[in-house]
């Protein structure tokens, strides 16, 4: 029998509390908010449920149901082949299973998002998480702190639709979004939005800029997260494994943290 100290101390962490797992997914169901795309583009039908039997004539001793689920569904994971400026990057089922684990650089925009819902991150909140924290490292996960989970399901507060007909959340600027994919090897971005840019980066150029450099790069997303808050700004690790569906450009997860307690 082999026994390795790294792992040995994962799980004694894990079991006497050390070691905090949080869940960072929002309940997934067929209330849950899924983005809404104008005319003439199709949208994703969300989250719906298949009874197959509980407990009666269809299956007397047990429950089970089919469903029916979008790629981009809930809590999820955006694969680099989402974007057409990654078609040729990883897909979930071809990305290394290495990459579904890195530690969180959490950047905390949340004051300037409450102060206005259009907030996105610049270049300089870069370089100030940075001069506190240290230099984003290679392998890692950078997740934007809006303090949107609270409204993951409050389909109102959650897309703040203005009387402009537009989404009004958090995001990035384009600035930021190049920053990140070009000048720091991340696995990814993640978001407590619905998706990992502003809710008007339709009118950036280019339209949707974290998408597309994020993905040209063949970085990830991570979108509708949850318990954010709970993550320190650096030395928490997130896994986040997407459904192996061949060719699939995302997947609904749960992801969850390993947070050190003192
Ligand atoms: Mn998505």
């Known amino acids: 029998m082999s026994s390795n100290q790294a792992i040995n101390n994962l799980m004694a962490g894990i079991i006497n509390g050390e070691v905090e797992v949080v869940d960072l997914a929002q309940p997934l169901n067929e209330s849950t908010p899924v983005i809404q795309l104008p005319e003439p583009f199709k949208n994703t039908g969300g989250f719906r449920y298949i009874q197959l039997s509980q407990y009666d004539d269809a299956g007397p001793a047990w429950y089970w149901n089919d469903f029916v689920a979008g790629e981009h569904c809930g809590t999820h994971f955006d694969a680099p082949n989402h974007w057409i400026s990654g078609k040729e990057g990883d897909s979930v089922d071809s990305m290394p299973a290495k990459n ?15 102060e206005n819902p259009d907030y996105c991150l610049t270049v300089a909140d870069i370089v100030a998480y940075e001069d506190k924290y240290g230099r984003i490292p290679d392998h890692s996960w950078v997740i934007l702190y809006t303090g949107w989970g609270k409204y993951g399901q409050d389909p109102e ?5 203005g009387e402009d007909g537009m989404p009004h959340t958090p995001g990035t600027t384009v600035e930021a979004s190049i920053f990140l994919a070009q000048e720091r090897n991340i696995l990814g971005f993640g978001v407590e939005t619905v998706g990992t840019d502003a809710g008007i980066a339709a009118t950036f150029d280019p339209p949707f800029p974290n998408h597309f450099y994020m993905h040209q790069a063949n970085r990830y997303g991570l979108a509708q997260l949850a318990n954010v808050d709970q993550l320190p700004p650096r030395g928490s690790v997130i896994i986040a494994t997407p459904l192996k569906i061949t060719n699939g450009s995302g997947s609904p997860i749960r992801p969850i943290a390993l947070v050190p307690k003192k």
Not at 102 to 114: K, L
Not at 157 to 161: L, T
């Open 100 to 114: 579904m684990i890195g530690e969180a650089c959490v950047i905390d925009i949340s004051q300037q998002s409450a």
């Open 157 to 161: 507060k959650f897309f703040n639709i």
